[in-house]
């Protein structure tokens, strides 16, 4: 059974950093790519920033020269940094995990989500 372990929301003031983590554990053949997405009320949830098994990162480019994405592969875990925070960067915060469960079997995943608040 596959487990997302996320981390790191919060509130914080305009201007400010969080930093996100999102551990991955459980029956894992190998990891593809590593995502966050966000959503707020009424919304759909959308891409913030996705890295894949080399290291390719993409953004969202509300968050771009903002927000980084790092992964440790040792750790299947990924990371989100995010600096100068906006009031309208608050939302819930959600890892995905795209993954080979085993060979010829592919899945995503993902986890149950972190708040993160930006306060004026």
């Known amino acids: 059974q596959l487990q997302l372990v996320e981390s790191g929301g919060g509130l914080v003031q305009a201007g400010g950093s969080l930093r996100l983590s999102c551990a991955a554990s459980?029956?894992?053949?190998?990891?593809?790519?590593m995502a966050w997405y966000r959503q707020v009320p009424g919304k759909q949830r959308e891409l913030v920033a996705l890295?894949?098994?080399?290291?390719?990162?993409n953004y969202a480019d509300s968050v771009k020269g903002r927000f980084t994405i790092s992964r440790d592969n040792a750790k299947n875990t990924v990371y989100l940094q995010m600096n100068s925070l906006k009031i309208e960067d608050t939302a819930v915060y959600y890892c995905?995990?795209?993954?080979?469960?085993?060979?010829?079997?592919?899945?995503?995943?993902w986890g149950q989500g972190t708040q993160v608040t930006v306060s004026s």
């Open positions: 459980g029956s894992i053949f190998s990891i593809n790519g």
């Open positions: 995905n995990l795209d993954y080979w469960l085993r060979v010829g079997v592919r899945r995503d995943y």
């Open positions: 890295i894949t098994s080399g290291g390719i990162t």
